[in-house]
Protein backbone atom coordinates (compact mmCIF):
# COMPACT_ATOMS: atom_id res chain seq x y z
CA UNK A 1 0.00 0.00 0.00
CA UNK A 2 2.87 2.47 1.27
CA UNK A 3 4.60 1.52 -2.48
CA UNK A 4 1.50 2.40 -4.57
CA UNK A 5 1.14 5.62 -2.16
CA UNK A 6 4.44 6.82 -2.93
CA UNK A 7 3.96 6.51 -6.98
CA UNK A 8 0.80 7.90 -6.65
CA UNK A 9 2.25 10.74 -4.90
CA UNK A 10 5.70 11.33 -7.46
CA UNK A 11 2.79 11.04 -10.60
CA UNK A 12 0.52 13.94 -8.58
CA UNK A 13 3.86 15.47 -7.95
CA UNK A 14 5.07 15.66 -11.67
CA UNK A 15 1.50 16.76 -12.90
CA UNK A 16 0.87 19.66 -10.42
CA UNK A 17 4.27 20.74 -11.42
CA UNK A 18 3.92 20.54 -15.11
CA UNK A 19 0.34 22.30 -14.17
CA UNK A 20 2.18 25.16 -13.11
CA UNK A 21 3.10 25.88 -17.11
CA UNK A 22 -0.28 25.32 -18.09
CA UNK A 23 -2.42 27.28 -15.86
CA UNK A 24 -3.47 30.94 -17.04
CA UNK A 25 -3.29 32.67 -13.75
CA UNK A 26 -0.70 33.23 -11.14
CA UNK A 27 -3.04 32.05 -8.15
CA UNK A 28 -3.54 28.86 -10.01
CA UNK A 29 0.35 28.39 -10.85
CA UNK A 30 0.61 29.21 -7.16
CA UNK A 31 -1.58 26.30 -5.83
CA UNK A 32 -0.42 23.83 -8.41
CA UNK A 33 3.27 24.33 -7.15
CA UNK A 34 1.72 24.35 -3.84
CA UNK A 35 0.33 21.22 -4.28
CA UNK A 36 3.47 19.82 -5.69
CA UNK A 37 5.78 20.28 -3.11
CA UNK A 38 3.46 19.02 -0.59
CA UNK A 39 3.32 15.80 -2.44
CA UNK A 40 6.71 15.49 -1.87
CA UNK A 41 6.68 16.51 1.52
CA UNK A 42 4.11 13.24 2.41
CA UNK A 43 6.68 10.87 -0.03
CA UNK A 44 9.38 12.29 2.51
CA UNK A 45 7.01 11.56 5.43
CA UNK A 46 6.58 7.57 3.37
CA UNK A 47 10.31 7.07 3.40
CA UNK A 48 10.38 8.04 7.12
CA UNK A 49 12.66 11.11 6.51
CA UNK A 50 10.03 12.39 9.41
CA UNK A 51 11.92 15.53 9.98
CA UNK A 52 12.61 16.34 6.14
CA UNK A 53 9.02 15.49 5.20
CA UNK A 54 7.77 18.04 7.85
CA UNK A 55 10.04 20.72 6.83
CA UNK A 56 9.33 20.42 3.51
CA UNK A 57 5.22 20.71 3.79
CA UNK A 58 6.13 23.81 6.85
CA UNK A 59 8.81 25.48 4.74
CA UNK A 60 6.14 25.28 1.36
CA UNK A 61 2.88 26.12 2.73
CA UNK A 62 4.64 29.13 4.22
CA UNK A 63 6.50 30.19 0.73
CA UNK A 64 3.45 30.13 -1.19
CA UNK A 65 1.64 31.68 1.42
CA UNK A 66 4.28 35.25 1.23
CA UNK A 67 4.25 34.26 -2.68
CA UNK A 68 0.38 34.86 -2.74
CA UNK A 69 0.90 37.67 -0.52
CA UNK A 70 3.04 39.75 -2.91
CA UNK A 71 1.54 38.30 -5.57
CA UNK A 72 -1.60 40.50 -4.55
CA UNK A 73 0.28 43.36 -3.79
CA UNK A 74 1.88 44.07 -6.63
CA UNK A 75 0.71 41.90 -9.97
CA UNK A 76 -1.72 43.45 -12.21
CA UNK A 77 -4.26 40.28 -12.21
CA UNK A 78 -3.36 38.68 -8.79
CA UNK A 79 -6.64 36.77 -9.01
CA UNK A 80 -6.57 35.61 -12.51
CA UNK A 81 -9.50 37.19 -13.55
CA UNK A 82 -8.19 37.84 -17.08
CA UNK A 83 -5.70 34.87 -19.04
CA UNK A 84 -2.12 35.35 -19.14
CA UNK A 85 0.50 33.21 -20.30
CA UNK A 86 2.76 31.61 -17.78
CA UNK A 87 5.50 30.80 -20.63
CA UNK A 88 7.60 32.93 -23.07
CA UNK A 89 9.98 31.89 -25.96
CA UNK A 90 7.75 28.43 -26.17
CA UNK A 91 10.30 26.64 -28.98
CA UNK A 92 13.43 27.63 -26.75
CA UNK A 93 11.97 26.71 -23.68
CA UNK A 94 11.17 23.47 -25.67
CA UNK A 95 14.54 23.08 -26.85
CA UNK A 96 16.12 23.97 -23.73
CA UNK A 97 14.13 21.76 -20.87
CA UNK A 98 13.90 18.85 -23.65
CA UNK A 99 17.66 19.03 -24.16
CA UNK A 100 18.41 18.67 -20.06
CA UNK A 101 16.51 16.45 -19.98
CA UNK A 102 17.64 14.34 -22.24
CA UNK A 103 20.94 15.06 -20.63
CA UNK A 104 20.13 13.89 -17.15
CA UNK A 105 18.09 10.46 -18.34
CA UNK A 106 21.56 10.02 -19.65
CA UNK A 107 23.36 10.89 -16.62
CA UNK A 108 20.74 8.52 -14.59
CA UNK A 109 21.55 5.31 -17.22
CA UNK A 110 24.79 5.84 -17.83
CA UNK A 111 26.40 6.18 -14.37
CA UNK A 112 27.59 2.95 -12.36
CA UNK A 113 25.61 3.61 -9.68
CA UNK A 114 27.21 2.09 -6.51
CA UNK A 115 25.58 -0.73 -4.07
CA UNK A 116 24.21 -0.26 -1.38
CA UNK A 117 26.42 -1.36 2.16
CA UNK A 118 25.30 -2.12 5.38
CA UNK A 119 21.84 -1.77 6.52
CA UNK A 120 18.93 1.48 6.78
CA UNK A 121 20.39 2.80 10.13
CA UNK A 122 17.16 3.09 12.88
CA UNK A 123 17.04 6.44 12.29
CA UNK A 124 17.59 8.43 9.17
CA UNK A 125 17.27 11.62 10.27
CA UNK A 126 19.50 11.32 13.30
CA UNK A 127 22.22 9.65 10.84
CA UNK A 128 21.81 12.26 8.48
CA UNK A 129 22.06 14.85 10.69
CA UNK A 130 25.42 13.10 12.40
CA UNK A 131 26.54 12.61 9.08
CA UNK A 132 26.56 16.90 8.20
CA UNK A 133 27.41 17.89 11.62
CA UNK A 134 29.51 15.25 13.49
CA UNK A 135 30.25 16.06 17.14
CA UNK A 136 29.08 19.65 16.56
CA UNK A 137 25.09 18.59 16.39
CA UNK A 138 24.70 19.21 20.01
CA UNK A 139 26.30 23.00 19.43
CA UNK A 140 23.95 23.60 16.34
CA UNK A 141 21.11 22.26 18.16
CA UNK A 142 21.68 24.95 21.19
CA UNK A 143 22.20 27.59 18.23
CA UNK A 144 19.26 27.29 16.73
CA UNK A 145 16.98 27.54 20.07
CA UNK A 146 19.11 30.82 20.53
CA UNK A 147 18.29 32.15 17.38
CA UNK A 148 14.60 31.43 17.79
CA UNK A 149 14.22 33.35 21.22
CA UNK A 150 16.50 36.36 19.58
CA UNK A 151 13.97 36.45 16.90
CA UNK A 152 11.27 36.30 19.25
CA UNK A 153 12.89 38.62 21.49
CA UNK A 154 12.96 41.15 18.27
CA UNK A 155 9.90 40.79 17.93
CA UNK A 156 8.37 41.62 21.01
CA UNK A 157 10.62 44.76 21.41
CA UNK A 158 10.09 46.25 18.32
CA UNK A 159 6.35 46.83 19.39
CA UNK A 160 5.34 49.56 20.67
CA UNK A 161 2.08 47.86 21.89
CA UNK A 162 1.06 46.17 25.56
CA UNK A 163 -0.44 43.06 26.19
CA UNK A 164 -3.65 43.76 24.63
CA UNK A 165 -2.48 45.90 22.27
CA UNK A 166 -3.59 48.87 24.11
CA UNK A 167 -1.08 51.99 23.77
CA UNK A 168 1.20 52.34 26.39
CA UNK A 169 0.98 55.66 28.90
CA UNK A 170 4.73 56.81 28.22
CA UNK A 171 4.85 60.59 28.50
CA UNK A 172 0.93 61.00 29.79
CA UNK A 173 0.15 61.55 33.28
CA UNK A 174 -1.62 58.46 35.42
CA UNK A 175 -5.16 58.56 35.57
Request: hydrophobic letters at 60%; a positive charge.
Amino acid sequence: MQTVAFWVLAVAAVGFGAAVFVVDSMARATFALLASFLCVGVELLLLNLDYLGVLVVLMMIMEMLVMAVFMIMYMMNPGGLMPMTMVHNNRGALAISGTVFAALTAGILLTPWPRRRGTVPADPTFSAGEAIMGPKMLAMMLIGIAILATMIAAVVLATDRGRYDRPTDRGRGAK
